[in-house]
């Protein structure tokens, strides 16, 4: 199991958690009552396998944007982000293959590769270098067997997110080795920049978007996501998702379809309310002992590195005995060593609890 879910397993109830991935929010009331409509106007049976056609008509819509011709034979509805992405991995990766995947990452993108039978190869993401990629090592990184990128921006654990121009640096990248880019873009509109999202879709063919509405809905629970992907490529991975799940939650697609209409207000005040937490999170704990940390662009997680005498792990688990959960950061990789992550997607009264317990220990720990 990842670290995150071990931590969350192990924890009282009582504990301050800022340990999961899930904003605190509900999802929107007309989200909601789509949901109870749904299932009082008889929407309980299964449906189309790639999802209904309404809701992926209004997501090849949503990605107009990027590309004008995107189209709902590019959509497969999944059941979250998580389904789309380990369909995408058991639709490109073969054996032997190497996939490149970040260091510190998701914590699925690597077990993935292995479950595909492929190996995951560790790119760095180096607080010094803000957290990006850096393409002279993803060039050093590629063998013969290379055969797909996996990039996350805004990324979790770091925050970090990627310019227009590093977009396009990696898309040249993946051009001259012919690799596949599986863009995880499930915090596309959680950002605190002023500049518009870059996503990969649309900026060459060979490219999955993998997305979600678990965080931007707040309906983790709902279990909801889509990818995107050439037409042949989501033919293929509609079939791998058909033996896994026959088709997604029937009710929840037409909730979700509701929420293309009605969500942005509730999306947008969320998001500013995540960004008045992340400012007095990053500050205050800029003030515990022996602590630092970058200023996260977009997602809604700290990164904090730590100095003390003692282990990410070894931290987490202390922290927990006084009554906070946060994840160790190893569990995103060896580069999250000596790193915790902090989910600010809390209410603000919990983030205080959790400050005051990490100054306390920052205090012991001198
Ligand atoms: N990708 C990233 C980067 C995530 O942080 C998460 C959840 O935390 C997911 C994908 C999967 O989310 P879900 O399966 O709820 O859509």
Request: charged share 20%; hydrophobic share 40%.
């Amino acid at each position: 199991m990842s670290g995150i879910r071990k931590m969350f397993d192990a924890a009282p109830s009582d504990v301050v958690n800022l340990g999961l991935g899930e904003p605190d929010f509900d999802p929107p009331d007309s989200i909601k009552e789509a949901l109870l409509a749904a299932v009082r106007n008889g929407y309980n049976k299964y449906g189309p396998s790639a999802g209904i056609i309404p809701l992926r008509d209004a997501i090849a819509q949503r990605y107009e944007q990027y590309s004008d011709d995107t189209l709902r034979d590019n959509v497969l509805v999944t059941i979250g982000g998580s389904e789309a992405l380990m369909v995408t991995a058991l639709s490109i990766y073969n054996p032997g293959d190497e996939v490149l995947v970040p260091n510190p990452g998701f914590v699925l993108y690597a077990p993935h590769a292995r479950l595909a039978g492929a190996k995951p190869v560790f790119y760095s993401l180096r607080e010094e270098r803000d957290f990006l990629p850096n393409l002279t090592e993803l060039e050093s990184l590629v063998t013969a067997r290379t055969k797909a990128i996996v990039v996350n921006s805004p990324n979790n654990p770091t925050g970090a997110i990627f310019s227009a121009r590093l977009v396009d640096q990696i898309c040249d990248f993946a051009n001259d080795h012919d690799l596949t880019i599986v863009s995880d873009e499930v915090y596309d509109e959680i950002i605190y920049t002023d500049e518009p999202y870059s996503s990969f879709w649309g900026k060459r063919e060979n490219v999955v978007v993998v997305n979600s509405f678990s965080k931007v809905f707040a309906m983790t629970g709902w279990r909801l996501g889509y990818l995107l992907g050439p037409r042949n490529f989501v033919v293929e991975a509609n079939k791998i998702h058909y033996y896994m799940v026959a088709c997604p939650s029937t009710p929840a697609q037409v909730a979700a379809l509701r929420g293309f209409q009605s969500a942005a207000p509730h999306t947008k005040a969320m998001v500013q309310e995540f960004q008045k937490r992340r400012d007095y999170l990053i500050k205050a704990l800029r003030t515990v002992p022996g602590m630092t940390c970058v200023m996260p662009k977009g997602a809604f997680y700290a990164f904090p590195a730590f100095s003390w005498d003692l282990s990410d792990v070894e931290a987490a688990q202390e922290l927990l005995k006084r009554g906070l959960l946060c994840t160790p950061g190893s569990s995103f990789g060896t580069l999250g060593q000596r790193h915790l992550r902090l989910s600010y997607a809390a209410s603000r009264k919990n983030l205080e609890k959790a400050v005051a317990i990490l100054k306390a220990f920052g205090e012991e720990q001198r």
